[in-house]
């Protein structure tokens, strides 16, 4: 299976798995998509806020001495979006609904970006 | 200030057209003609930045004496060259210098654009055309020189700073910007 193949795959199971993700994005640390189920014009955007909110993330760990840092969340008043480090290379963000199982979708979604981080770094 | 940073915005310029030997041979063979011009230089200078409102306010009462002090070393550091790296990397910190003061690339190169005029009105008046036009030439190269490390080292310093502030890396700043820009784009047009 090609790297974009076994993206593709990540993000399909994601999906199938919680049905409470609404939207998945994988892009490149420069906030290029590289798999992703957003529409086209949102797209850009996501995946391009969806890096520089990981940047901030590592930043505000790093100056606040919370250690490696795992996760960013921004919450809003009908959804949420989760964004994770995918190693040095990428990152990972999920839209999921405020009212659905948040433990599940940050499970699945840290996992999905371990392989994430796999598979960029192949 | 770092070599490569001036050295990489140096090679952006193409070779055939870069401030070059020649250009620092015609400053330097009319150096005591051009230095005859630095008072009156030095003064029509600041009396412009001094008679311009927002200009006028990057200064502090007492500064004018030093200020011209400033300029008059860098003239003279100027027409005595060597052109070296070093005399880049100069340039590119004056140009930090210049920053930390709000002195803008809009006042900066305003100021350039008089010091090119002053200086070609006298060079034309006074020597053989042909050496006038190879002293223009060196001073139009130099201002472009000057200006591409001020400029872009302010850019290229910016994404660094924000970079390490804000962890947005350059290459994503410049797509965020790129994002930016096409949709201003489509709206003007
Ligand atoms: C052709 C354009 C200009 C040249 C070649 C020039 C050159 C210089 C140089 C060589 C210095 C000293 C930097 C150092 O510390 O090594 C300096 C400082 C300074 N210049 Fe300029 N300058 C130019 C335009 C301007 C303009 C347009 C302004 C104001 C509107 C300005 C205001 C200042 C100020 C305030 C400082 C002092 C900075 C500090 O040390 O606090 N300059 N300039």
Redesign the pocket.
């Known amino acids: 299976m090609s790297k974009s193949e076994e993206l593709k795959k990540i993000h399909t199971e994601l999906r199938e798995n919680v049905p409470d993700i609404s939207g998945v994005m994988i892009a490149s640390y420069e906030g290029l998509s590289i798999a992703t189920d957003f529409p086209e014009d949102e797209a850009i955007r996501i995946a391009a806020v969806s890096a520089a909110a990981s940047g901030l993330g590592n930043r505000i760990s790093g100056n606040a001495a919370l250690g490696e840092p795992e996760e960013v969340m921004v919450k809003g008043k009908d959804g949420l979006m989760l964004i994770y480090l995918a190693g040095e290379k990428g990152v990972l963000a999920v839209r999921a609904s405020a009212r659905g199982n948040l433990g599940l979708v940050r499970l699945e979604a840290s996992e999905a970006a371990k392989e994430v981080t796999r598979i960029l770094n192949m | 200030m770092k070599a490569e940073l001036t050295e990489n915005i140096l090679n952006q310029i193409p070779d055939s057209v870069r401030f070059n030997q020649d250009d620092a041979a015609a400053l330097v063979a009319h150096q005591s003609f051009l230095l005859s011009l630095e008072d009156e230089l030095v003064k029509g200078?600041y009396d412009h930045?001094y008679a311009h409102e927002t200009?006028r306010k990057?200064?502090t009462d007492d500064?004018r004496e030093?200020?011209e002090k400033?300029?008059r070393?860098?003239y003279q550091r100027t027409l005595s060259g060597p052109f070296d790296t070093h005399y880049w990397e100069?340039q590119t910190?004056?140009g930090l210098?210049?920053i930390?003061?709000n002195?803008n690339n809009a006042?900066?190169a305003?100021?350039?654009g008089w010091?090119q005029t002053f200086l070609g009105q006298h060079v034309l008046e006074k020597l053989p055309s042909e050496e006038a036009l190879k002293v223009i030439k060196a001073v139009h190269a130099l201002q472009a020189v000057?200006m591409a490390l001020i400029s872009e080292s302010y850019q290229r310093n910016m994404f660094t700073a924000v970079d390490k502030a804000a962890g947005l890396n350059e290459a994503l700043l410049y797509r965020l910007v790129s994002i930016e820009i096409d949709e201003m784009l489509a709206q003007a047009r």
Request: hydrophobic fraction near 65%; aromatic fraction near 18%.
């Open positions: 200078f930045l200009t990057i200064f500064e030093a200020r400033t300029l070393d860098w100069w910190l004056v210098v210049h930390k003061r002195v006042m900066v305003g100021m350039w010091l000057v």
